[in-house]
């Protein structure tokens, strides 16, 4: 990358990252967080924090047209997170803990045989995450998954699929190892 592409990059990271800020008050937004696509598919709660640096991506690609973020109020959203709604929806619920290093896609590239991976479109319908869950650190939240409300995912779980309100989940793929309550 040259000197002018990244001066540019930084310049307009910094724009969508301001017109963030000013598109949602009630939202505390770390001065390194990378937001890029669409602010109008943008929904912010009150009191949330999107800590950096996080990337954000809110937009259309792959040929999937339903790119849109929603996060709740009283989200904590931790470091060094990527957070890529690519065409599908991603909602996370209210007074949720999202800590650092923490993936959360809505769709991924189709694997049919034959064709180049990189040359076929995207598949996914996006990911729920219900109020009051808690992602630990490195959990990867995968295209389809649905996260009931009050949930605990441990630490570099990889989540796909439904997860029981109130479950506790650990592994790779994630599965229920406790209850809350």
Same mark, same amino acid.
């Given at each position: 990358? @040259? %000197?002018?592409?990244?001066? *540019?990059? %930084?310049? /307009?990271?910094? %724009?969508? &990252? #301001? &017109?963030l800020r000013r598109a949602f008050p009630q939202a =505390?937004?770390?001065?390194?967080?990378?937001?890029?696509? #669409?602010l109008d *598919? =943008?929904?912010?709660?009150?009191?949330? =924090?999107i800590a950096g640096p996080t990337v954000v991506y809110v937009g259309d690609g792959g040929g999937l047209s339903g790119g849109r973020l929603e996060v709740g109020d009283r989200t904590y959203?931790? #470091?060094?997170n990527n957070i890529r709604c690519a065409g599908a929806p991603i909602t996370i619920g209210r007074a949720c803990l999202i @800590?650092?290093?923490v993936t959360i896609v809505g769709s991924n590239h189709r694997i049919a045989p034959g064709v180049p991976i $990189? /040359?076929? #479109?995207?598949?996914?319908?996006?990911?729920?995450?219900? /109020?009051? !869950?808690?992602?630990?650190?490195g959990v !990867?939240?995968?295209?389809?998954?649905?996260?009931?409300?009050g949930c !605990? $995912?441990?630490?570099n779980s990889v989540v796909r699929g439904e997860v029981e309100a109130n479950s506790v989940v650990a592994g790779s793929p994630a599965r229920v190892v406790g209850r809350r309550g």
């Open positions: 990358m @040259s %000197l002018k592409d990244l001066a *540019r990059s %930084l310049r /307009d990271g910094a %724009l969508a &990252r #301001e &017109r =505390t937004i770390g001065s390194d967080v990378k937001f890029g696509g #669409e *598919r =943008t929904r912010l709660g009150r009191d949330v =924090t959203i931790g #470091e060094f @800590s650092q290093h $990189v /040359d076929q #479109e995207w598949a996914g319908d996006g990911v729920v995450i219900g /109020d009051d !869950v808690w992602l630990g650190a !990867v939240v995968l295209p389809g998954a649905r996260i009931g409300d !605990v $995912v441990a630490a």
